[in-house]
């Protein structure tokens, strides 16, 4: 039971403070726990084509070096996890009447979000025990929510755009998405490859992971503000 706690609480504690910055207009709590457990159904399409992508990878490129984790990290794992969250969204909550602010994007894609990084994150606290229950607590769970914060600014302004831009915002926001989800990855998987290391230094490799992770909580900040400003205009009271 204590695994299983220490499993759910990042994902609950970032889903209580993004829904606390929802200041002006509240979303109903069922849309909110829909979006979550469409987060964790999210999980079985994105793993489905991350063994086939890399099932493929593998067989035509060793699996080591630069190329290797590039195409892994990139395409393999963050282009069908972020598809996959973005998709929950996109058909669930985003075409849907309390769908009614651009605040909304980030609430609903954050959601799914945290429901994906909840489902995943029970699987490796399961399997690898505390030690990586701490560091996904303070790392991975919270990288999920800052994918879902940047996609989700992007999804809430092509919502009220009314023309073909609303098109390039989508596709922006799922790029954003997809940009540091992968960066993130490709350093923390470079770092563990003999034939990279013995050039440049892990703990450099990790840095620079560390480093995207902390510009997209940044982004992903400014993001919240933007969209709080919007949602005070509109709902004043």
């Known amino acids: 039971m204590g695994l299983l706690a220490l499993a759910l609480a990042p994902g609950i504690a970032i889903i209580w403070f993004i829904y606390s910055m ?139 755009t009314h023309s073909n831009a609303a098109r390039w915002l989508k596709l922006r926001g799922f790029l954003l998405a997809v940009l540091f989800h992968g960066l993130f990855d490709l350093f923390l998987m470079v770092q563990q490859d003999n034939s990279i290391t013995s050039h440049i230094s892990g703990g450099y490799l990790f840095g620079i992971a560390i480093l995207s992770y902390l510009v997209a909580i940044r982004l992903s900040w400014q993001a919240i503000k933007m969209h709080q400003a919007i949602s005070k205009h509109n709902f004043p009271s």
């Not at 909110?32 to 991350?50: D, H, N, R």
């Not at 699996?63 to 973005?86: D, M, R």
């Not at 969204?89 to 985003?94: K, Q, S, V």
């Open 22 to 160: 929802d200041q002006y207009d509240r979303e109903p709590l069922r849309a909110l726990v829909k979006s979550f457990f469409l987060g964790m159904l999210a999980v079985l399409p994105a793993l489905l084509l991350q063994l086939t992508l890399s099932t493929l990878l593998s067989s035509f490129i060793p699996a080591s070096g630069w190329t290797y984790y590039l195409l892994l990290s990139f395409v393999a794992v963050a282009l069908t996890e972020e598809g996959s969250k973005f998709m929950m969204t996109r058909l669930y909550a985003y075409p849907r009447p309390f769908f009614n602010e651009p605040f909304d994007g980030i609430i609903y894609s954050v959601m799914v979000a945290m429901g994906f990084a909840t489902f995943e994150n029970i699987g490796y606290v399961w399997q690898f025990g505390w030690g990586t229950a701490l560091v996904r607590m303070f790392l991975s769970v919270p990288a999920h929510a800052t994918f879902g914060v940047l996609m989700g600014y992007y999804i809430g302004l092509a919502k009220f």
